[in-house]
């Protein structure tokens, strides 16, 4: 089964400032996709950027980028100039690649971010 | 843009009542998902329907969960009789193909209560 960890509950940093969330994961496959996904207090899903993992081109989405390591099951989320709407709970989710319906989601427990002014 | 919608935004029931929570997926999506996410912890899959039928369903998804495409815009899902643990914000989703360049659209969720 695939399994998806984040060792960080809650992260802060200050405005305009870097910071890194981190997130591994295990699973048998060799095609799947990785996902970052923000949820503000309203409690809505975002998706912030998605990694496929036959690319071994780190995906970037204006100041959000990822640090993919295929080897080492790593998928690490770069806030940089980090901003006040930016604070969040952040998921890394994780989904087998396959044509047929299903293929789940399967999250992380959750990183709380914590942008000070 | 269009939207996944979800009502109510929150719903208070007794415990052992049976309740149903609406969801209208984006109107070319043919994939639909619930999600459940108890406060304070992760999000967890509940289950996936295709072309009128379940197509994947998680542990959590026990005899008491149902689901249901009624008519050509809404899917429910329905709790027979709810169980205090039952208390979580429910997500739907919906994707238009199931292929990894498909997007999950979330809907903005419903707060369930049970007491």
């Known amino acids: 089964a695939q399994t998806v960890t984040q060792s960080q509950p809650e992260m802060s940093v200050q405005e305009a400032e870097t910071v890194t969330l981190s997130c591994t994961y295990d699973?048998?496959?060799?095609?799947?996709?990785l996902f970052w996904y923000k949820q503000p207090p309203s409690r809505q899903m975002i998706l912030v950027i998605r990694?496929?993992?036959?690319?071994?081109q780190n995906a970037t989405e204006n100041r959000f980028s990822v640090n993919f390591q295929k080897a080492a099951k790593s998928f690490s989320l770069k806030i940089s100039d980090s901003q006040l709407g930016d604070a969040a709970m952040y998921f890394c989710?994780?989904?087998?690649?396959?044509?047929?319906?299903?293929?789940?989601?399967?999250f992380g427990e959750g990183t709380q971010l914590t942008v000070n002014p | 843009e269009p939207e996944v919608t979800q009502t109510p935004s929150h719903q208070v029931t007794q415990m052992g009542q049976e309740v149903i929570l609406r969801c209208v997926p984006i109107?070319?999506?043919?994939?639909f998902y619930w999600y459940r996410q108890i406060l304070g912890q992760k999000v967890e899959f509940l289950v996936s329907?295709?072309?009128?039928?379940?197509?994947?369903k998680s542990e959590i998804f026990d005899d008491q969960f149902s689901v249901e495409r009624p008519d050509g815009s809404n899917f429910t899902l329905k709790i027979r009789s709810t169980k205090l643990e039952d208390s979580a914000m429910y997500f739907c989703?919906?994707?238009?193909?199931?292929?990894?360049?498909?997007?999950?659209?979330f809907g903005n969720g419903t707060r369930l209560t049970v007491t």
């Open positions: 989703a919906s994707r238009v193909d199931p292929g990894g360049n498909s997007p999950l659209h």
């Open positions: 109107s070319n999506h043919l994939y």
């Open positions: 989710a994780y989904r087998v690649y396959q044509e047929t319906s299903g293929s789940r989601l399967t």
């Open positions: 329907f295709y072309n009128n039928e379940i197509s994947e």
């Open positions: 990694q496929e993992a036959y690319k071994q």
């Open positions: 699973t048998s496959e060799s095609d799947y996709y």
